[in-house]
Structure formats: structure tokens, C-alpha cells
């Protein structure tokens, strides 16, 4: 008898338990997202535009993931005529839990959205479907920049060229396609700081760069916070593995031992003016970082990236830049 209770017991919260975690489920898929749109409409003007085109190149740089990129040269340089076309696709051979694949954000997909549902898909990951995106665009962090900024990326890329394509929809795997969706959330724009104010000038920078989100180890296709800015982010290609560098002032294993025009000259070595990305060969090294794209920065914003960066804890981090495949 009292192996029947207790089986009734175990049974009963077992069954409580099923319904728990059987309502949680659908709440987490009727219910969410459900980041309110904001009452908003984005004035068009030559300086906003000016702005928007920067960010969206060189900063924020939207187009490194929205456009197609020449892989067969280093630092996958964007392929004329795709700004903005999307397609590009991030996997599970990249470490990401799911296939994504980035959205048209050309005129051709973005001409029945308000200027509101695009300032959410932007600052809170909800798109005008009402649907959860996967943080490869970091959204948790343009959701903190300065509203104004978002409203010139927005009057940006009203200005691009008309592309026709419909890049297939993102297929999360289990159980990210139901995690994703308590991902959005509202907006904590802040206000962009002086540039007379280095340090916190370029921490803005730094943030809406997303440097971050490469430049630190990743489970799941999220990155370990506490491990931020110390590389060890694994990107695989076809002839190989590679793992991002740490950008900490460490001055072994990061930027300890370089000075800020070393930095400003590394970044504009890739300048598309004067260099021309050469072919990978089957054993040569690639690199997810868009150089050719972030030399277009201009040097006080580059000075205070770096500026920045040395006020970060040092901690040391070896990793192998590059592993071949053998």
C-alpha cells in the first residue's frame, strides 16, 4: 500500500510538472515576443542619410552580414551590386544552433514596413511578422544606442538599391527555435557621448561595433560574457579553423604592446583605395573580420576604439589563430 501511495504521489507530480513545463511551452509560442512598436516615423535628410551610410559601412556595419561576400579573398570583400541583397548564412559548421540566414533589407523587402518595425528588428530583435530573431545580429546592443543613429541607419537603407531576392527563412534547431523567442526585448537607447570624451566615446563604438560578439568564446551560438574580448571565437572554413585574437590590453596574448597609431594603421592598411584583397589559396588564412569594411572609419573614432579597449581588465588568452585542415 504504501509503495502504491507514494507511486500515486511521484505520479501526481509528474503530471504537474508535464503541465507546467506543457503551459510554459505554450505560452513561450503564442505569447512571445511581444516588444510593443514604438510611435515613430523617420524623417529623411542628407545628414541623417550621410550618417546612416557610415554606421551601416563602417561602424555597425549591417552590410558585412546583409550583402553577399567574396570568400575566395581574404577578408571576404562585399561582391558589387549585393549591398543589402542578404543570403548569407550562418551554421551549424560556424558553430550557431540552426541554419540563419541573414534577411533583404532593400527596398524590395523593407518598402511595407514602417519605420517602426524596422527600428524594433533592429533594437529588439521582433520583425514585422511579430517573429523572434537570433542575435547574430546584435540587437541587445543596438538596442542601447543612441536613437538618433538608429533613425540615420534607418534613412540609410531606404536609399539602397532595389535588390530582388528572398533569401529562405532562418531554421533554428530544437530547442533554440523556442529559447529565441525570450530573446527580444524593449529598447535601452542611450545618448551617443562627446567625442571629447574618449573613454566613453569609444566604449559607444566599440558596442555598436560588436566587437564583442567575435572577439569572445561562444556556447550555442552565444557568447560567455565573462570571457568577453579575450578571442577564442571558433569560425570554421573550408581548409580550416579559425579563432579569433583577444583584444585585451594583455600584453602577451592581446594589444598590450601595441600604441594607438599601430592600431589606426592596422585598420586602415585595408583601405579600398589603396588595397586589393588577394586570393585564398587552399592553405592560406582567411578571416571573418571585415578589414576592407572598418577601414573606412575615420581615425578619431579608430583612437578611441583603442583608447577604449586599454581600459579593459587584462586577461590572458593563447589561442591558435589558424589550424589548417591536414
Same mark, same amino acid.
Given at each position: 500500500?504504501?509503495?502504491?501511495?507514494?507511486?500515486?504521489?511521484?505520479?501526481?507530480?509528474?503530471?504537474?510538472?508535464?503541465? /507546467? /513545463?506543457?503551459?510554459?511551452?505554450?505560452?513561450?509560442?503564442?505569447?512571445?515576443?511581444?516588444?510593443?512598436?514604438?510611435?515613430?516615423?523617420?524623417?529623411?535628410?542628407?545628414?541623417?542619410?550621410?550618417?546612416?551610410?557610415?554606421?551601416?559601412?563602417?561602424?555597425?556595419?549591417?552590410?558585412?552580414?546583409?550583402?553577399?561576400?567574396?570568400?575566395?579573398?581574404?577578408?571576404?570583400?562585399?561582391?558589387?551590386?549585393?549591398?543589402?541583397?542578404?543570403?548569407?548564412?550562418?551554421?551549424?559548421?560556424?558553430?550557431?544552433?540552426?541554419?540563419?540566414?541573414?534577411?533583404?533589407?532593400?527596398?524590395?523587402?523593407?518598402?511595407?514596413?514602417?519605420?517602426?518595425?524596422?527600428?524594433?528588428?533592429?533594437?529588439?530583435?521582433?520583425?514585422?511578422?511579430?517573429?523572434?530573431? *537570433?542575435?547574430?545580429?546584435?540587437?541587445?546592443?543596438?538596442?542601447?544606442?543612441?536613437?538618433?543613429?538608429?533613425?540615420?541607419?534607418?534613412?540609410?537603407?531606404?536609399?539602397?538599391?532595389?535588390?530582388?531576392?528572398?533569401?529562405? &527563412?532562418?531554421?533554428?534547431?530544437? &530547442?533554440?527555435?523556442?529559447?529565441?523567442?525570450?530573446?527580444?526585448?524593449?529598447?535601452?537607447?542611450?545618448?551617443?557621448?562627446?567625442?571629447?570624451?574618449?573613454?566613453?566615446?569609444?566604449?559607444?563604438? %566599440?558596442?555598436?561595433?560588436?566587437?564583442?560578439?567575435?572577439?569572445?568564446?561562444?556556447?550555442?551560438?552565444?557568447?560567455?560574457?565573462?570571457?568577453?574580448?579575450?578571442?577564442?571565437?571558433?569560425?570554421?572554413?573550408?581548409?580550416?579553423?579559425?579563432?579569433?585574437?583577444?583584444?585585451?590590453?594583455?600584453?602577451?596574448?592581446?594589444?598590450?604592446?601595441?600604441?594607438?597609431?599601430?592600431?589606426?594603421?592596422? *585598420?586602415?592598411?585595408?583601405?579600398?583605395?589603396?588595397?586589393?584583397?588577394?586570393?585564398?589559396?587552399?592553405?592560406?588564412?582567411?578571416?571573418?573580420?571585415?578589414?576592407?569594411?572598418?577601414?573606412?572609419?575615420?581615425?578619431?573614432?579608430?583612437?578611441? /576604439?583603442?583608447?577604449?579597449?586599454?581600459?579593459? &581588465?587584462?586577461?590572458?588568452? %593563447?589561442?591558435?589563430?589558424?589550424?589548417?585542415?591536414?
Amino acid at each position: 500500500m504504501r509503495k502504491r501511495k507514494w507511486a500515486w504521489i511521484l505520479g501526481g507530480l509528474l503530471a504537474v510538472l508535464v503541465l /507546467i /513545463i506543457a503551459g510554459a511551452v505554450l505560452y513561450i509560442r503564442l505569447a512571445l515576443p511581444n516588444v510593443p512598436l514604438l510611435d515613430i516615423s523617420v524623417k529623411s535628410t542628407s545628414e541623417r542619410v550621410e550618417r546612416g551610410a557610415y554606421l551601416a559601412n563602417h561602424i555597425m556595419v549591417c552590410m558585412d552580414c546583409h550583402s553577399t561576400r567574396n570568400w575566395d579573398r581574404f577578408s571576404g570583400p562585399l561582391v558589387p551590386g549585393t549591398l543589402g541583397k542578404g543570403g548569407e548564412l550562418f551554421d551549424q559548421k560556424m558553430g550557431f544552433p540552426g541554419a540563419f540566414l541573414s534577411a533583404n533589407i532593400t527596398p524590395f523587402k523593407l518598402s511595407n514596413w514602417t519605420d517602426a518595425e524596422i527600428y524594433r528588428a533592429i533594437t529588439s530583435g521582433e520583425n514585422k511578422e511579430g517573429k523572434a530573431l *537570433f542575435p547574430i545580429m546584435p540587437y541587445l546592443a543596438y538596442g542601447t544606442v543612441d536613437t538618433e543613429d538608429i533613425y540615420s541607419i534607418i534613412a540609410y537603407i531606404r536609399t539602397l538599391a532595389v535588390i530582388r531576392s528572398t533569401p529562405p &527563412p532562418s531554421d533554428p534547431a530544437f &530547442p533554440m527555435n523556442l529559447i529565441v523567442r525570450t530573446f527580444p526585448k524593449k529598447a535601452q537607447p542611450t545618448v551617443r557621448p562627446p567625442e571629447s570624451d574618449t573613454i566613453k566615446y569609444g566604449e559607444y563604438l %566599440v558596442r555598436a561595433s560588436g566587437c564583442i560578439e567575435c572577439h569572445t568564446p561562444a556556447e550555442h551560438g552565444q557568447i560567455v560574457k565573462s570571457l568577453a574580448f579575450t578571442g577564442g571565437r571558433v569560425f570554421l572554413f573550408a581548409n580550416g579553423m579559425l579563432t579569433t585574437p583577444n583584444i585585451t590590453p594583455d600584453a602577451e596574448t592581446g594589444i598590450g604592446k601595441m600604441n594607438r597609431e599601430d592600431f589606426i594603421k592596422r *585598420f586602415k592598411a585595408y583601405d579600398p583605395a589603396t588595397y586589393t584583397a588577394p586570393k585564398i589559396g587552399s592553405k592560406d588564412m582567411p578571416t571573418i573580420m571585415p578589414w576592407t569594411m572598418y577601414a573606412g572609419m575615420n581615425i578619431n573614432d579608430l583612437g578611441a /576604439i583603442y583608447t577604449y579597449l586599454r581600459t579593459l &581588465p587584462e586577461k590572458k588568452n %593563447v589561442v591558435v589563430k589558424w589550424k589548417p585542415l591536414r
